[in-house]
């Protein structure tokens, strides 16, 4: 065991952190809140892991930890983790990605065929009392385009291809030579227009970055099919999400499933809340019975691997934000 304190960052009044006997096998670890909490104990640390805990308080903590050489954020998502000293500095920065990976991909996939088989309307007629029949749309032989092609977006394209769907993928980088076998063709960031016209469901699993912020918006939108549905599982403010609800009010798009938002939670009176081309999920698509445990499982995980001087994984580009 590594007798150099481990320091734990949580939320204020979160006290649910899964296997932490076995974190305390491996480490000397401190849980706290609040910079106070870990006072004595910064100075001498190497690892911290961000559980739960707020980018000021990760800051915080970070500055009083000049021994420090890991920290590692539960989240996938890094827009509440990094901040300018952290980029500049030597310490490895990794993250909860591909963890939660499988759960969202079945999410999409719920999402689609809520769409394609009006399940809306289902529900609709059933609690009326209402027996309508009425036309369904296959999946077979239909394109899904994502955009970001990360785990998140392969584990999409796993579930479409085995659907019989097209995948098209949009990614920073093309790699030469690169054979996926679930991808029928990838496309470069500036060629999204193209590919966002021939999708019949847009998938967006963008991390948010400054290049990210606002990636799809009006002309994004505006080439999209009037039958498209956009499905957002990255980050709420990587679509315009105001230039979003003018084409679903005046039904330019014919639906969208939405687990993130510009604000979290939803305030009141937010139009999609009322929207009935909106399935709304608030922000917990990857919220199963494990996700803690997985996420703790994969952090274990890294921690051996750290304190026998190997590879971590997930390591992210700090400056790039992923």
């Known amino acids: 065991m590594n007798d150099n304190p481990l320091l734990v960052l949580t939320a204020k009044g979160d006290t649910d952190i899964p296997f932490v006997d076995e974190l305390r096998k491996m480490a000397r670890i401190v849980v706290g809140d609040s910079s106070p909490a870990f006072g004595e104990y910064a100075v001498n640390a190497e690892v911290i892991l961000n559980w739960s805990g707020s980018l000021e308080l990760l800051r915080e903590v970070f500055l009083m930890s000049p ?3 890991w920290i590692h954020s539960r989240s996938a998502g890094l827009e509440q983790t990094i901040f300018p000293e952290l980029i500049a500095s030597n310490v490895i920065l990794t ?44 999946l077979s032989g239909k394109t899904v385009g994502i955009v970001g092609y990360g785990s998140i977006g392969r584990a999409v394209a796993s579930r479409a ?28 960031p500036e060629q ?38 956009v499905i957002n599982l990255g980050r709420g403010p990587t679509i315009d999400e105001p230039a979003m609800i003018r ?20 305030p009141p009176g937010h139009p999609f809340y009322s929207m009935e081309n909106v399935l709304l999920s608030p922000h917990c698509a990857d919220h199963t019975p ?7 499982q994969f952090f274990l995980a890294q921690l051996e691997h ?15 934000g992923y």
């Open 192 to 229: 999204r227009l193209e590919m966002l016209s021939l999708s019949d469901y847009v998938v967006v699993t963008l991390p948010l970055t400054d290049q990210t912020r606002g990636f799809i918006g009006e002309a994004e939108l505006a080439a999209m099919k009037g039958s498209a549905v």
């Open 95 to 138: 993250n909860g990605s591909g963890v939660f990976s499988p759960s969202l991909g079945e999410f999409a996939l719920a999402a689609i065929l809520f769409f394609a088989k009006d399940l809306r309307r289902m529900i609709r007629n059933q609690m009326a009392g209402r027996w309508e029949q009425f036309d369904i749309s296959m």
């Open 306 to 320: 750290f304190n026998r001087g190997e590879q971590l994984a997930n390591i992210v580009e700090k400056a790039a």
């Open 290 to 296: 494990d996700w803690l445990e997985n996420a703790m």
């Open 161 to 188: 291809h085995a659907l019989e769907m097209r995948v098209l993928a949009l990614r920073r980088q093309i790699a030469r030579g690169s054979n996926d076998l679930l991808i029928n063709r990838t496309y470069a």
């Open 247 to 266: 084409a679903l009010s005046e039904n330019r798009l014919r639906g969208a499933a939405l687990d993130v938002f510009d604000q979290e939670p939803l």
């Open 67 to 69: 021994r420090l050489r």
